[in-house]
């Protein structure tokens, strides 16, 4: 029996170069850190850094919007999205949980980018593509399309040297077309960190150009994965896997606002009935006394009582202690007031509930 092995990105050769620590993530060969993850999460905080996100999904989505058999697949409304625009959704199974969390493009009038993880791409594809109507074309661009993300409160100056000018307008959650590297590319005002950042859309045999160029600017430095993580959580985002599964739902990890309940999508039927019977569990953040780290999975206790697991932890060099998230019973909630401790592998800690982002003043609308 033959093992699949992991895919290489098109900066493989850079992040070697760069003597980078590499790990297997969503089957592909991922840059952990290139030297510290603690300082790379600390300049993205204050400059500019540069990830590379080439393994996520890309499908592009051309369909008769009059009619449009996505906007029952996506949880956000599509057919009303502004050309320019992005929004955060989910893609749902009939039982309201979460297949996947997405980002929804509007590149024209009658076609839709949409950006998923790299560890359900081929899921989502075959998903999509079987609930789009027969008139509906469905392209997956996966492994033609680079993503690189410029991220932290510098990189408008540095996507301005790259793109130009026309940076300069554009507004959070939106996007524009930019003429770089001898094409036309997407770059959005979109990011995973918290802070000012860009995700630009490229071709896969552009992107080792872009990234040099990125890298040769003053203040930009190349940043890994371990980092994006503590940045992520920081900012109180969700991870695929972790907070995000096909074992919750958005009501429960508190992302009502991005669920249009005024139209028909997959899903919709059963987050109804959830709403009026009531949520079970609810998706917490937390500060840990000290230093040590909550992990994937370890217990959440309430007055000595398993309450809940935990879903990430990491150290915060910002905060300088450890954060996490996970999911705790509703009951236990209220009873907590804001006090509760985590089983560690090696005794426990006293931790405090607390709201969401971690960090609350950051570059992210600037």
């Excluded at 990189?155 to 094409?183: C, H, Q, T, W």
Aim: one cysteine or more; aromatic letters at 8%; hydrophobic letters at 40%.
């Amino acid at each position: 029996m033959s093992l699949m092995q992991d895919k290489n990105t098109p900066l493989y050769n850079e992040h070697a170069r760069l003597k980078a620590l590499m790990a297997p993530f969503a089957g592909w060969n991922m840059p952990i850190h290139y030297g510290s993850i603690i300082e790379e999460a600390k300049h993205t905080r204050l400059k500019t850094s540069v990830f590379d996100i080439c393994h996520m999904g890309e499908f592009f989505i051309r369909e008769n919007p009059e009619n449009s058999s996505l906007d029952r697949i996506i949880t956000v409304p599509v057919v009303k999205m502004a050309v320019g625009k992005c929004r955060y959704g989910f893609l749902l199974n009939e039982n309201g949980t979460v297949i996947d969390d997405l980002i929804v493009y509007r590149l024209r009038e009658d076609e839709w980018m949409i950006v998923v993880n790299a560890s359900n791409e081929e899921r989502d594809a075959i998903t999509i593509a079987s609930k789009l109507s027969k008139t509906a074309k469905f392209e997956n661009r996966s492994f033609t399309t680079a993503k690189l993300d410029v991220q932290g409160p510098t990189s408008r100056a540095v996507m301005e040297k790259l793109a130009g000018p026309g940076i300069n307008s554009l507004k959070y959650f939106n996007f524009g077309r930019f003429d770089i590297y001898g094409g036309n590319y997407i770059i959005s005002r979109t990011g995973y960190t918290g802070e000012l950042g860009f995700e630009l859309y490229i071709d896969s045999t552009k992107a080792e150009k872009a990234w040099k160029d990125l890298l040769a600017m003053d203040g930009v430095k190349p940043a890994g994965l371990g980092s994006r993580d503590i940045l992520r959580l920081e900012a109180g985002l969700p991870l695929y896997g972790d907070e995000m599964t096909e074992e919750t739902t958005p009501l429960e990890a508190g992302f009502e606002r991005v669920l249009d309940f005024n139209k028909d999508f997959c899903g919709r039927d059963a987050l109804i009935a959830q709403k009026k019977k009531g949520l079970e569990k609810l998706l917490v953040g937390f500060t840990v006394d000290g230093r040590r780290t909550p992990r994937h999975l370890n217990k959440i206790l309430v007055e000595g009582r398993e309450a809940g697991f935990v879903t990430s932890g990491v150290f915060s060099p910002h905060l300088n202690c450890g954060i996490g998230m996970g999911y705790i019973k509703r009951t236990n909630a209220a009873a907590a007031s804001g006090e509760i401790e985590i089983a560690l592998e090696k005794g426990s800690v006293k931790a405090r509930i607390e709201q969401l982002p971690f960090i609350k003043q950051t570059s992210i609308k600037n």
